[in-house]
């Protein structure tokens, strides 16, 4: 069976991660299943994990309280979900919730911190990633909200 | 075969008359797609037919007293001289288009424009990125490639919609996903439940593309703030320069050459366009103004 270190090992999102780090934090995660349509938090909840997504898909959605609830994004096997977990107030800005069944590696956000507060590098290396990723998640936004697909064709 | 015979014959004919001049035809069959886009099946309504057409050309569509727009032709499934044009109701002729029965009749000149092309894409990998109604143009490529699969190498369809409802061509994507020489990927900007599919921008479909870059075509059809992030999507994925081909829309009176009015740059987009090497038009892409 595939260890928790093996798993990240195989994730894009730690690539480019030593081995010692990834030991060091192997530590914080454990597997976990979620069914098509089950929560695995809600807005404003405490964003106690940092969800490593293996296969399946995850939706983030907003409610919107006459419609229901509005997905803004899909996110798929070698993605991440949850970067709360590393900015203060650490809670979760939107739904999410498995529209497949889904598999991820759920990393503690309490314990991954104080790993980082241990070893600036780690925690370098888990912030640039972050950054990256949510400056893609961004600039995906501010390309939406121009409505795109809008201005015809 | 027949279907040639037709061709032949269609062919002879529209030689010899004035590319100018409106060819009646008749509705055969109305199609909604969904709310304010409608495919229209054209059927001459005598014995003279256009010329046929090929994948990234258009027709100008008249709708008596109201007015001509140039439309793409969306399906060349049906060899025969019949017509397949899908139509977005955006303003007063479009909209007459829309609200056609069969049995009404248009008037078609045509065909205009370049072509998408398809003989560069030969033994390449391809990427076909639409977005929204930019799926027409596209479906007559995507209908070809299809037709003679083994002269390409790997078919990324990559199709981005603003949100389920505005999906088009139901029946194709259906038969597409179900093709397995065929990677097609969809992607909405917002989705409520019910929707399994991916909610995000075309552009991260690219991610989802099985392709060897160097030795990859892409053609892209959408509005144009999608295809100036849809190339550079492709050129992060390091698709060369000279392999992406795009088609640029502009209002047209006359389709051909004369007027000006689809001017772009130094190009008139009814003659040397509407489908362009992305070298050709780079610089004008960014130019809020043309
Ligand atoms: C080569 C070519 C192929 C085309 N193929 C198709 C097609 O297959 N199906 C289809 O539905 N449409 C297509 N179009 C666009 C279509 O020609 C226009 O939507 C149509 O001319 C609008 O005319 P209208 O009188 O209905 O609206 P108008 O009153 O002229 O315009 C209504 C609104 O739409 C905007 N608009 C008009 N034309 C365009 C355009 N080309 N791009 C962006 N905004 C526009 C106007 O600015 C205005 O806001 C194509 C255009 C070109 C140049
Ligand atoms: S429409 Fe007249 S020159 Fe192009």
């Given at each position: 069976m595939k260890t928790i270190k093996d798993l990240l090992t195989e994730h894009k999102f730690f690539h480019e991660m030593t081995p010692e780090m990834?030991?060091?934090?192997?530590?914080?995660?454990?597997?976990?299943?979620?069914?098509p349509g089950e929560f695995i938090g809600k807005q404003g909840d405490p964003a106690d994990f940092l969800y490593v997504i293996r296969e399946g898909n995850i939706a983030l959605q907003?409610?919107?309280p006459t419609q229901g609830s509005l997905t803004i994004r899909s996110l798929r096997g070698g993605e991440i979900a949850g970067f709360s977990w590393i900015i203060p107030p650490y809670r979760l800005q939107f739904d999410l919730r498995a529209v497949e069944h889904s598999s991820v590696v759920a990393l503690d956000g309490t314990c991954l911190r104080k790993k980082c507060e241990e070893d600036y590098k780690l925690g370098y290396y888990l912030m640039k990633q972050s950054a990256t990723v949510m400056t893609q998640r961004l600039v995906d936004t501010r390309i939406q909200l121009l409505d795109i697909y809008g201005a015809r064709v | 075969m027949a279907q040639e015979s037709d061709h032949a014959e269609v062919n002879r004919q529209s030689l010899q008359r004035d590319i100018w001049l409106p060819l009646l035809?008749?509705?055969?069959?109305?199609?909604?797609?969904?709310?304010?886009?409608?495919?229209?099946?054209?059927?001459?309504?005598?014995?003279?037919a256009i010329e046929p057409m090929e994948p990234g050309q258009f027709n100008m569509l008249y709708a008596f007293g109201i007015g001509e727009i140039p439309i793409s032709i969306s399906s060349l499934w049906n060899l025969q001289s019949t017509l397949v044009h899908t139509i977005q109701d955006v303003g007063a002729v479009s909209k007459a288009f829309c609200d056609l029965s069969t049995g009404d009749q248009v008037g078609v000149r045509g065909p205009y424009g370049t072509r998408w092309p398809l003989n560069k894409a030969k033994n390449k990998d391809v990427i076909i990125l639409a977005g929204g109604v930019g799926?027409?143009?596209?479906?007559?490529?995507?209908?070809?490639?299809?037709?003679?699969?083994?002269?390409?190498?790997?078919?990324?369809?990559?199709f981005g919609a603003r949100s389920p409802e505005n999906i088009i061509f139901h029946q194709d994507i259906i038969s597409w996903q179900a093709d397995p020489t065929l990677n097609f990927q969809i992607t909405v900007d917002h989705a409520y439940s019910n929707w399994r599919g991916h909610v995000g921008v075309v552009t991260y479909l690219i991610e989802e593309a099985n392709f060897d870059p160097e030795n990859t075509i892409a053609f892209i059809c959408g509005p144009e703030i999608m295809m100036r992030y849809a190339v550079h999507a492709c050129l992060d994925a390091n698709v060369p320069t000279d392999h992406i081909f795009l088609s640029i829309e502009r209002n047209m009176k006359c389709a051909t050459g004369f007027c000006g009015h689809c001017q772009y740059g130094p190009f008139f987009v009814c003659k040397d366009g509407a489908v362009f090497s992305y070298p050709q038009v780079k610089i004008y892409l960014n130019i809020a103004e043309l």
């Open positions: 990834l030991e060091f934090i192997a530590g914080c995660g454990k597997n976990m299943h979620f069914n907003l409610v919107q | 035809y008749t509705v055969k069959e109305k199609k909604t797609e969904n709310r304010g886009i409608v495919t229209l099946t054209l059927a001459p309504s005598a014995e003279e799926m027409v143009p596209l479906r007559p490529l995507i209908e070809r490639i299809l037709n003679d699969r083994s002269r390409y190498g790997k078919l990324n369809v990559l």
